[in-house]
């Protein structure tokens, strides 16, 4: 694994985005620093939902999960933690990533909280993967 001791800075954090926070997606724009934004996947298997925002859950059964791979250092890190609802909303999780460069890296992703996850209605939109077997939101 590549992971932080090549791509992470002093003071920054590997993160994967898969929602919102996407270039070009609803809150993509509030965080032009999040550099670079390199598209991959999940090692690890989710699966996941829409409510008013997307979530994902680890799930053995699921399926790897498309987003962008990027660092942000600790200012910006602070606020992506109160957008997420960090800690009572979102939980935050070190997984693997693997980017469409074919390295594979460490990152930090944000997922539903157990807590959250008990009280979240079932009819909430599950995704499906696309034909490559990969999570993607649109």
Not at 77 to 100: A, C, Q, S, T, W
Not at 102 to 128: C, K, N, R
């Amino acid at each position: 694994w590549v992971g932080i001791t090549r791509m992470n800075h002093n003071n920054t954090t590997n993160i994967f985005v898969y929602g919102s926070l996407k270039e070009g997606f609803e809150r993509g724009h509030m965080f032009k620093s999040l550099e670079p934004r390199i598209p991959g996947k999940t090692v690890q298997k989710f699966h996941m939902k829409r409510a008013a925002w997307p979530y994902i859950r680890p799930d053995s059964k699921g399926f790897p999960v498309s987003g962008e791979f990027c660092v942000v250092d600790d200012k910006n890190l602070r606020i992506l933690d109160m957008i997420e609802g960090y800690p009572n909303l979102f939980d935050k999780r070190n997984i693997h990533v693997e980017l469409d460069t074919g390295e594979q890296v460490s990152a930090t992703v944000y997922i539903l909280s157990d807590t959250q996850a008990e009280h979240i209605p079932e009819y909430f939109q599950e995704v499906l993967p696309n034909s490559e077997g990969v999570l993607v939101y649109t």
